[in-house]
């Protein structure tokens, strides 16, 4: 079932300074028949893999199966032995393996994405041929051979050499790898070396190749299900056929398939948000202290709206990229790209959004697991419950596939970057900005039943813009090295994220509404509004810290006096719409939004 619609999409960056309606975004409540099918086989392999994920001699099982299902090759062409479902169903399976204990979605992740997807974009049709149809049908597995003891986030530090043999056939690899994903039974590992010292290269090599030996499994606080060896290389002989894209093009495979690998993380932390809010209300409902319930308690209350709004809301943004992921690679494909290359084009596109949904989503899942083992008192430090593995679990996320700190940065400096080049025009906007803060304030609220959080959502928008045209301008003016700043693009960072999260929220609530009846509960306004709340004031603190960092005097003032305009979004009983969404998901005794 190959993608087929074609619309109007944003590009990436653009949800800055462009509106969008909710016909623009998909919505999970929008699963069709087909799709509905398939959550089910994902929801029953989850299912009966229990706790199996967390032991290291049962991945290669669970693989195999996963890939039996199809779930391996569900985003690889039919001419290469997958399925290639849509995009959004993808999406879906990724939430769906996400929910897994123990270590299994690293497995799957590294596999599907940062394995599979260098030879998918970067291999020759030959690389594609021999190795895609196993990898998809899980007869093989794949890692992806980056890091090394001293090269982590500075990735294109790598050691590990690759000379040419004297007949010119081949490259004879040298070098360590540190922290390999699926190492212990992967066949296929993607390497990266330095060609003739400095030409940072990507190849496909075999795990049984001579001169490969691995570490011991590393001991790691938690995804221990995953295996995680070092693995060397001595005089490891790789055909040059083997060479992924272009000598000293590496960092392109590297970088390009990390922003897929970032959304899929994305993807997978919603099935870890969904898994422990569901074992918080199950919970709550059943433990009795004081004679009662604790989910009766306002305490406990107020967890359980706060877990369902950061799960919602990630769902929310999440499912919004995967359609612009989508639409962007159909309209690459209607224009004549092949499948690989319009994939890959779609994500080098979204490469900021993608940054910023790896970063909130594996804080969204930080937050709702830590509060599941506080839900849980005492049994939630126990190993006898679940929530105490996946507190250690979750942790993972916040550092692979690029640190956040390193994607907080990465995604102001990419979109800083676009702006330059011409691909997005960020000063317009933002000049506009300026000259509305020179005006009266006009207290114009949109006309409508979500007017107020439509207001906010563009108040969110102008106050980004202020702060980023400001430090955009001193940047250019030579007056700030935004190399040198890295706090204030960590703060401009948030802002964006919480830009992205409040459209998204607000989009797919107003779609909702409109949706039948049964669809929409208070408890989705409860999340919107509360959201909006809680954002007006994120984005004030990191506007005003980003600000008084680099302006000063009466600068600062009319500044200040900007952020003052665009954070008018009134106060709201927020305990109260915690306490509706609270009521809602007791009464179900699961997440159900
Ligand atoms: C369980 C596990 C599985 C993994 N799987 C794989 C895999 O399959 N393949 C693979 O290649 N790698 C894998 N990794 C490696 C992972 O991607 C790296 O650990 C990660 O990129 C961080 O690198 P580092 O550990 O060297 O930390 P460092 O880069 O040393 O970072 C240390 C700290 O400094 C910060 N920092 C570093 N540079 C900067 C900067 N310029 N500005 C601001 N802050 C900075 C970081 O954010 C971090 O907080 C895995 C790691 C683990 C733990």
Redesign the pocket.
Known sequence: MADTVSKKVLMGGEFLIKDSQPEDIFIPEEWNEEQQMIRQTVIDFVEQMGNKGKKIENQVELMTQAGELGFLGCHIPDEYGGMLLDTNTVTMICEYIGGTYGGFS?SFA?HTG?GMLPILYFGSEELRNKYLPDLSNGIKFA?????EPG????ALAAKTRADLTDDGNAYILNGQ??????AGFAHVFIVFAQVEGDKFTGFVVEADSEGISLGAE?D?MG?KG?S?RQVFFENVKVPKENILGEIGKGHLIAFNVLNIGRFKLGALTIGGCKMATNASIKYANERKQFKQPISNFGAIQHKLGEQAIRTFVLESSVYRLSDMLKDRKDNLVAEGKSYSDALLQAAEEYAVECALLKVYGSEAADFTIDEAVQIHGGYGFSEEYMVAGAYRDAR?NR????????NR?LSVSMLLKKAMKGQIDIVGPAWAVQKELASLPSNDISEGKYGQEKKAVKDFKKMLLMVAGYIAKEQMDGKLNLKEE?EILMNVSDMMMDCFNAESVLLRVEKISNMDGKVFQTAHDAILQTFIYDATARMVKSATDALASCAEGDMLNILLNGVKRFSKYPAKNVKQFRRKIAAYLISQNEYTL
Do not use: P, R, V
């Not at 090269?151 to 500075?154: A, I």
């Open positions: 690293t590294a940062i890692a992806y051979c980056l890091t090269s982590g986030s500075d790898k540190m922290w390999i994903s699926n590393e790691k995804i995953s995680t993972i550092i692979y596939e690029g640190t956040n700190e390193i940065i890295q």
